[in-house]
């Protein structure tokens, strides 16, 4: 075995974000860069020599050059067995459910989530532990120290491993075992739903239309909702994965997602809707002609948990992120369980996933889950939903209606102000949380804040601390405007701003959320000086 010990220098940009390393395609193809984090991965982890890694990606541009180089590097540093989905393929909650299910050491996913890809996109690479969830903080700040420390990297001098059949394959003495990417997530998925029960909505009249943007769970939705479910072939659309996501953001939002959001409009189109991102963790919910909002779509899968086998015997406990809407506390309230809010970013539910402590949770950004795996998960939320509309016998926009009458609309809206210079974005937030102690008791409009803070968050079961989480201004009606600074992109900062207010009275649940909270936007922008700091006058993107 001709193991190679290749000296190089440390890069200092390493820090890896909330969802691990991610960087355009350009940073990754410098000479050493990708090896450099990847050894850095292996000095920090214990165990490495002898384990088992899983190791799989959406499929976009370098994932497939990538995936050679970490196997290569992995045989160089002693890994036993590397399991790989074929063809490099793995969505994001596919690489959770095999970790869990092989009891691997861990496992490396390729991604950019929603970004772009192709020669110019982005490109991303993050490590996830052995309960399936991203690396914990402690965890990613050893691979950023190492990083600013190294000198050498080792790698294995082989050629490429053909990874197009499902087989086992020897690379120096490290065996990789290529497996179907798609077969134990689906067997996951029939333990958790009733299965006959979508599938007689699919053979009645029932129609629906999955956009899997050319991303990764193109093959996974085929497999379960087409071969599995009855669907109807078609019933998929943009089904192929490819590198550059066919030029499109794989994000799944009304902004991006416009081809499945006109089918939902056209009169006598489909009943359902759905999307998922790039590595298939997020999901978009969409009736016919109706939008689900996500911070609604977690309160309806919390309220109609129980019409689902895995969660028939009720719900321990619920969490959301910070800056999600509160609509999930009161169903949390009325179900008598508790609702944990963490800040934003899925490790933070892995926690209490694996205390036990809850077994729903999910965010405003188009992310649900539940304790089957430690990521997020797009095909899971649209089975969620499928079990729920085919128990219940209502559609998508009968069952959101009902949710409202019983516990009131919470109107919600994010608007962010992206590629902003940096230091504007720091002052922007200094300035706020410089100002918090001023705000109980003022008006904003016609509100009164009861509360001001810098979210900051104590994990209940190991009681580490994160601080500067998001401003939070909590108006005593219930309202409330969020502040802070996205943690995934790639270029300058991106200030995000989240409104909500509570609505009980049904006559006013028929307006439109940006009319609704339309007062509360102007407020917030003026408040926090957006145009002074920015020279934005409005947010790039409203969701
Ligand atoms: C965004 C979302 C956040 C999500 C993360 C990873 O992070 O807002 O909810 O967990 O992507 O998908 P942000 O850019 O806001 O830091
Ligand atoms: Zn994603």
Redesign the pocket.
Known sequence: MNIQIQATTPFTDQRPG??GLRKAVTVFQQPHYLENFVQSMFDSLSGVAGSTLALGGDGRYHNKTAIQTILRMAAANGVARVIVGRDGILSTPAASCVIRKRRTLGGLILSA?HNPGGPHGDFGVKFNAANGGPAPEALTEAFFARSKTIDSYRILAADDVDLSQDRELALGAMTIEVIDPVVDYAGLMAEIFDLDAIRRLFAGNFRMVFDAMHAVTGPYATEILERRLGAPAGTVINGVPLEDFGGHHPDPNLVHAAELVARLAAPGGPDFGAASDGDGDRNMILGANFYVSPSDSLAVLAANAHHVPRYAAGLPGVAR?MPTSQAVDRVAAALGIRCYETP???KFFGSLLDAGLISLCG?E?F?TGSDHVREKDGLWAVLMWLNIVAARGLSVEQIIREHWQIYGRTFYGRHDYEGIDSNAAAALIAELRDGLAGLPGRDLADRRIATADDFAYTDPVDGSRSDHQGIRLVFEDGARIVYRL????TAGA?L?VYLESHEPDPRRHNLDAATALADLAAAAAAHAGILRHTGRAAPDVVT
Request: avoid cysteine.
């Open positions: 909330t969802s989530s992120s934003t970013g899925w965010e950004s992310g996205s943690g995934t992109g991106t995000r």
